[in-house]
């Protein structure tokens, strides 16, 4: 495995901020793919208040009905009663008793897209790619996902739409990244990690998925069909946490999962109990997706390096996006939760691991 020694490859300091009363607090966990002799990220940009006032905090949220941005302000006194602000990326409310509830979130995210002719060195366009829409997406857009279905020369963008009521699975059509179809979300709350197979199986699309079970069961890998990218059923379960070790507190899938002859290959992140986000590999059967064939047992990247140790979050490395060329895999990620780096590997190592 190979760091690019370019890493960073894109920070805040490379985005416009949206607008004017908004700061970018980072870029990250992008979506990733090849279109002709070009690549492109489509990237999660965070923006929040860009001068707080000192008596109250003003967080951005989507409002429907102005059909634009607004800042939310919440008092300083109102906030030492009522909130919890001790997680950087979000706000909760106290008094909630074991389970705690989110009231909001620190940044609003949109997707922004990044151009490149070598891979590496990338141009971050000045405006989002698309606006913000309806009640789902009051909180933001996050985390884009690329899958290319080959026998229809379209592409799929899942990503998670967040408001006050849940996280939810997206869809976006496109076959030019100029024009969109919203299919809008496809899984019910609360539900993130959406990735699409490139091909059907049976005449069937399939997804994994990870739902968040709120009482019995882990946040784990699952796996869905649909006849046609919007009605998802025929869930199973797929892997779980471990009991130990760097994915003992939640899974769920990075990139799109690739075609090989041994069968479908998925980078995907795990997290332990202390929120530290690493990079797993495993093999899956090409015609019954939920059988696994290989499983790495340690990560194949793990946060180490000063940029993936500090930061926003630090201790994250989180793909969502990848572009397998000529038997090498390069894994665009974000770093620490504000950045995006890239590391390169060989099929040869993603199969030694895969024996391990």
């Given at each position: 495995m190979i760091r690019?020694?370019?890493?960073?490859?894109?920070?805040?300091?490379?985005?416009?901020?949206?607008?004017?009363?908004?700061?970018?607090?980072?870029?990250?966990?992008?979506?990733?793919?090849?279109?002709?002799?070009?690549?492109?990220?489509?990237?999660?940009?965070?923006?929040?208040?860009?001068?707080?006032?000192?008596?109250?905090?003003?967080i951005p949220i989507y409002d429907e009905?102005?059909?634009?941005?607004?800042?939310?302000?919440?008092?300083?006194?109102?906030?030492?009663?009522?909130?919890?602000?001790s997680d950087s990326r979000m706000i909760y409310k106290k008094n909630t008793g074991s389970i705690r509830k989110i009231k909001y979130l620190t940044s609003i995210s949109h997707l922004r897209l990044a151009r490149s002719r070598d891979g590496v060195n990338f141009t971050v366009e000045e405006k989002p790619l698309l606006p913000f829409r309806g009640r789902y997406e009051r909180w933001g857009m996050e985390d884009p996902r690329i899958?290319?279905?080959?026998?229809?020369?379209?592409?799929?963008?899942?990503?998670?739409?967040?408001?006050?009521?849940?996280?939810?699975p997206a869809l976006l059509i496109t076959e030019d990244f100029q024009n969109f179809q919203r299919i809008g979300c496809i899984f019910p709350p609360e539900n993130k990690d959406?990735?699409?197979?490139?091909?059907?199986?049976?005449?069937?699309?399939?997804?994994?998925?990870?739902?968040?079970?709120?009482?019995?069961?882990?946040p784990d890998i699952w796996v869905s069909t649909s006849p046609d990218l919007i009605h998802w059923g025929n869930h199973r379960h797929v892997c779980g946490v471990s009991e130990e070790g760097w994915e003992n507190g939640r899974i769920g899938s990075g990139i799109p999962p690739f075609w090989t002859k041994e069968g479908w290959l998925h980078i995907y992140h795990g997290a332990d109990t202390r929120n530290r986000y690493c990079l797993?590999?495993?093999?899956?059967?090409?015609?019954?997706?939920?059988?696994?064939?290989?499983?790495?047992?340690?990560?194949?990247?793990?946060?180490?390096?000063?940029?993936?140790?500090?930061?926003?979050?630090?201790?994250?490395?989180?793909?969502?996006?990848?572009?397998?060329?000529?038997?090498?895999?390069?894994?665009?990620y974000g770093a620490a939760d504000d950045k995006i780096a890239r590391a390169e590997f060989s099929m040869e190592e993603i199969q030694q691991a895969l024996e391990q």
């Open positions: 690019e020694p370019k890493n960073p490859i894109i920070t805040a300091a490379d985005v416009k901020p949206s607008h004017d009363f908004l700061k970018v607090d980072g870029v990250f966990n992008c979506g990733a793919v090849k279109m002709g002799d070009e690549y492109l990220l489509l990237c999660r940009v965070a923006e929040s208040c860009a001068e707080q006032p000192e008596d109250a905090v003003c009905v102005l059909d634009g941005l607004k800042l939310e302000r919440l008092g300083r006194e109102e906030i030492d009663c009522l909130y919890d602000m899958t290319y279905l080959e026998e229809e020369d379209r592409y799929c963008i899942t990503y998670t739409a967040v408001s006050e009521v849940g996280a939810m959406v990735v699409i197979f490139p091909r059907k199986i049976r005449g069937l699309y399939y997804a994994f998925h990870r739902p968040v079970p709120s009482e019995i069961g882990m797993g590999a495993m093999l899956t059967d090409l015609e019954n997706p939920d059988k696994i064939l290989k499983k790495a047992s340690k990560p194949i990247l793990e946060p180490e390096a000063s940029y993936e140790t500090e930061g926003f979050f630090g201790g994250v490395v989180f793909t969502c996006g990848g572009v397998l060329e000529n038997s090498r895999l390069s894994v665009y």
